[in-house]
């Protein structure tokens, strides 16, 4: 991913920043919706993975909808231009100050997380002259095999609405006119390499398809959610992933009634790999039994690592690729500067010998890099450089 200009132009800059491939970006996007339009697939992107302002202009162009999970959410995608016939709001606790965003704007729908909020948006809805369209966000029992933080899809988790809290909502919405019930959602999870967790989430929805129609509702949307896994271990070799793989899955196992549409909600698959963290070795620190690699970058700038053990592949940039390749390697746990025993990259990371001033990227930091930054020890605000600013 990076050549030597590229490394050289880095040279000068301020670290850490972000490095953004937004040809990569592009390339991606490009993918995933040729391998969608091959069966009338809709996919919308989760703004929660990055809201970088130009990563958001060029999915925005790209013609994608929104996935959006705050008020700011849905904001920031009607301020960036996406079309609000096809912005979604999802979470768990929407305020009524969010939901109210939500209906200004005539969003698309509203995927309700529980029997008491699906009231609220009836209520809010009415008392606002408006029609809220609202899908029902079920949680299935499904286990996204993928970390425990970031598994959404099982009875324990907050998420979603249970089975056995289904009739209830119907009632609900025959209560209220101000509700259009017009789909099912579901999301299991995130960082699914097991294509299986999508073929068992397909049976599943096929059964709440049945049970929704059997009494008189043929819903107009199916949104299956996002969740799908990327290649953090060796992200050379699967720059983008394989979309037309996993779209073939639901297409294969998930039964469409009529012409129900599927709608998919991809933040980690699209932006992921176009991202970069670019930090520089402040301090070779040796030690008894190992040496450590301090970086200008910690979890700051990345939590990935320190919030649920993530790993991310960690390079070494250098001009002379050569030298690294045929070099020695010495073992190196890579650290940030943040006073915490969790801001680390990796432990036992082999690198070629590395000196201080060195330029280090930790890879595949798209997704969840950005956007998760803080201020915590006071640290500069977030930097980034895009592709196109660096390469004429
Ligand atoms: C986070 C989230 C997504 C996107 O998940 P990825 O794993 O990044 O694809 C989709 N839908 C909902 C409701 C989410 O909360």
Not at 146 to 164: R, V
Request: overall charge negative; hydrophobic content about 40%; glycine content about 8%.
């Amino acid at each position: 991913m990076f050549n030597k200009a590229t490394i050289a132009a880095f040279g000068q800059r301020e670290t850490p920043f972000f490095y953004y491939d937004l040809t990569l970006l592009q390339a991606t996007l490009d993918r995933a919706l040729a391998a969608a339009e091959n069966y009338g697939f809709h996919v919308h992107y989760a703004l929660k993975a990055n809201f970088n302002e130009r990563i958001l202009q060029c999915i925005q162009k790209a013609g994608l909808g929104a996935d959006c999970v705050s008020g700011n959410e849905v904001l920031k995608a009607v301020q960036t231009g996406f079309d609000v016939k096809k912005i979604v709001f999802a979470g768990v606790g929407k305020s009524d100050k969010e939901i109210l965003i939500g209906l200004e704007h005539d969003i698309f729908c509203f995927n309700v997380e529980s029997v008491q909020e699906l009231e609220v948006i009836g209520k809010l809805a009415k008392e606002h002259g408006k029609v809220a369209k609202i899908a029902l966000r079920i949680n299935p029992n499904v286990d996204a095999q993928t970390h425990q933080y970031i598994t959404t899809g099982l009875d324990e988790n907050k998420f979603g609405i249970k089975t056995w809290e289904l009739a209830d909502c119907l009632e609900i919405i025959k209560k209220y006119d101000s509700l259009e019930f017009i789909g099912l959602h579901f999301h299991v999870g995130s960082q699914i390499v097991d294509l299986n967790v999508f073929k068992s989430l397909c049976v599943k929805v096929n059964e709440f398809n049945n049970w929704f129609d059997e009494r008189g509702y043929r819903l107009k949307v199916l949104n299956v959610g996002g969740g799908l896994g990327v290649n953090y271990v060796d992200p050379d070799k699967e720059p983008i992933v394989d979309f037309a793989g996993y779209f073939e899955i639901f297409n294969q196992f998930l039964e469409r009634k009529g012409n129900q549409e599927v709608h998919f909600e991809l933040g980690r698959a699209l932006v992921s790999q176009c991202g970069s963290l670019v930090s520089r070795v402040l301090y070779v620190k040796r030690g008894l039994k190992k040496h450590f690699l301090v970086l200008d970058a910690g979890m700051t700038e990345l939590m990935r690592p320190a919030l649920y053990q993530a790993y991310h592949k960690i390079e070494h940039l250098s001009t002379n690729a050569v030298k690294d390749a045929e070099g020695i390697k010495v073992t190196y746990d890579v650290v940030g500067p943040i006073c915490e025993s969790t801001d680390c990259f990796g432990k036992e990371v082999e690198l070629p010998e590395v000196n201080r001033g060195d330029l280090i990227a930790i890879r595949t930091a798209g997704a969840y890099g950005e956007v998760m930054a803080s201020r915590y020890n006071l640290r500069n605000e977030i930097r980034y450089v895009y592709d196109d600013e660096i390469t004429p």
